[in-house]
Nanobody
């Protein structure tokens, strides 16, 4: 069955960096677009970044453009989100998702605070 497991979250000071990972299984990972979403307290879930199946095309929300980088390793069935210059408003639970399937993992908490 489809499964994604997010990891790499934590507490970081403003201006710091984190790298999130998402290990996928149960489907042919290399065929599908993958995305990172986030849900901040009291807000709707927001699309953060998307990467095409080959990794050749990426898209970002305006709020993270220039600070976050999405990448993938199809040999490892893993998608990453490198987050730099973190701000308190980046605090959220981060989720990865395969656009082909309606499945959400448990997410990983990112807290940006001094």
């Amino acid at each position: 069955q489809v499964q994604v497991v997010e990891s790499g979250g934590g507490l970081v000071q403003p201006g710091g960096s984190l790298r999130l990972s998402c290990a996928a299984s149960g489907f042919t990972f290399s065929r599908y677009t993958m995305s990172w979403y986030r849900r901040a307290p009291g807000k709707e879930r927001e699309l953060v970044a998307t990467i095409a199946s080959t990794g050749a095309v990426t898209n970002y929300a305006d709020s993270v453009k220039g600070r976050f980088t999405i990448s993938r390793d199809n040999a490892k069935n893993t998608v990453y989100l490198q987050m730099n210059s973190l701000k308190p408003e980046d605090t959220a639970v981060y989720y990865c998702k395969c656009l082909r399937y309606d499945y959400w993992g448990q997410g990983t908490q990112v807290t940006v605070s001094s």
